[in-house]
């Protein structure tokens, strides 16, 4: 068993998630009418894992999103966009009083992490989702963080909570940059654990993507199934996570409230047409990727490097900022330095 630590919880902050999506309509829709920027003072409560699952917000129909129900998640009927965003991330701020991996529990199967910008002026977010047979582990961070210590602790907890004795951790990195898979070596050896390298040929080796990066491949967490989605373009053997049980798509460093550097320009294109091609029919709840460097002052970024981030961005970005990138990126003729009001296209 895992030592029981203690999160904190963040209230969160409930905010609806748009209907289906339509590209063509969604490409002229205004910035920052989906992103919820983040307001006032963090409030947090305290609970254990495990001990205190009553503790946990319930949640309020009145603020929740029109989602339809989805009868084969894991643990019953979840409905769409339910899941819990907190108000406020760990921000660098007020070192002291903050932990080496904030971890956040979206729903009861859904959990984001951040590493503290104490640590590292990345601030690298971590996605677990459990399903009901496999739980998958989105990006490792950037080192110096009890990541695997972190994360089979809350397997533990889960395991306990579900009744379980063991479910097999899928170890995944959104891309091959150092931020997102420093951790990786924590991983290597322990039981009921299998790491698949971010690299192309152990890629599409592992999910059977056939050719690399059209084909879109699929992983069954039992009863919760997440597309992968070759989005090669920042760095070649990225990919994204659809999980269409929760409309949750991780774009990882190809699409954050930040600087998208972009080094394959067509490449990354493609890549962004891919995943609003593939979701064009799909009810999209949030798009979350693995940093925040946008303020909450649209247009504004943090400089370079800095570990304090007061006032950000929220993490999550919505269906039409995916849609806004993508018509943005089709109107360049050639590729260009662009601020967006959540985002800025950064060509290296
Ligand atoms: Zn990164």
Redesign the pocket.
Known sequence: MGPRRTVALLLGLLVGCSGSNDPSSAGSSETGSSATAATGESSSTTVELGTDSTALPSSDSSSSGSGTHDETGTGGPHSRCEGELPRWWQDGTVCASEDPIQVHRYDDDTYILRQSLCTSY?G?FMVLLFGDDRVVLEDTGHGGIPIAQTVYGIIDDWLAENGKTSIELVVLNSHA?G??MQGNGSFMGQPDTTLVPPTVAELSAYFQIDPWPHDIAQLDLGGRVIDIIPIPGHQQAHIALWDESRGLLLTG?TLYPGRLYIGAFETYVQSIHRMVDHLADQEVCWVLG??IEMTSTPGVDYPFGVQQHPDEHPLELSFEHLVELRDALDAMVTPQYQVHDHFIIYPL
């Open positions: 990345e690298p940059h931020d997102h460093d693995t940093h």
